[in-house]
């Protein structure tokens, strides 16, 4: 049974930073892309960064770039999401994904984790 299990989420005030881990199991994702979305409340899944299985190439949306960083450890089957610089907008369930290709968009992401929650005080 494939799962993707995230952690690392809490509350923060504005200013500060937290690393989300993602631990996959039930086979490997190294030639996987491995994403993160996050869900605002009231609103739909967004993209938040994307890294390939070649050569860690990353893709990041506007709204988190020069402040988050993606990385993966393929020998433990896990991806990272370092966040810095945290604002109340960043305020979301983060969730890890895998995906077959290189992608950004939510329907192409085939395997999902529960979500961990972030909430980033004023």
């Known amino acids: 049974q494939v799962q993707l299990v995230e952690s690392g989420g809490g509350l923060v005030q504005a200013g500060g930073s937290l690393r989300l881990s993602c631990a996959a199991s039930g086979r490997s994702f190294k030639n996987s892309a491995m994403g993160w979305f996050r869900q605002p409340p009231g609103k739909e899944r967004e993209f938040v960064a994307v890294?390939?299985?070649?050569?860690?190439?990353?893709r990041y949306s506007d709204s988190v770039k020069g402040r988050f960083t993606i990385s993966r450890d393929n020998a433990k089957n896990a991806v990272y999401l370092q966040m810095n610089g945290l604002r109340p907008e960043d305020t979301a369930v983060y969730f890890c994904?895998?995906?077959?290709?290189?992608?950004?968009?939510?329907?192409?992401?085939?395997?999902w984790g529960q979500g961990t929650q972030v909430t980033v005080s004023s």
């Open positions: 994904a895998a995906a077959d290709v290189f992608a950004v968009r939510v329907s192409e992401f085939e395997y």
């Open positions: 890294i390939s299985w070649v050569d860690n190439w990353s």
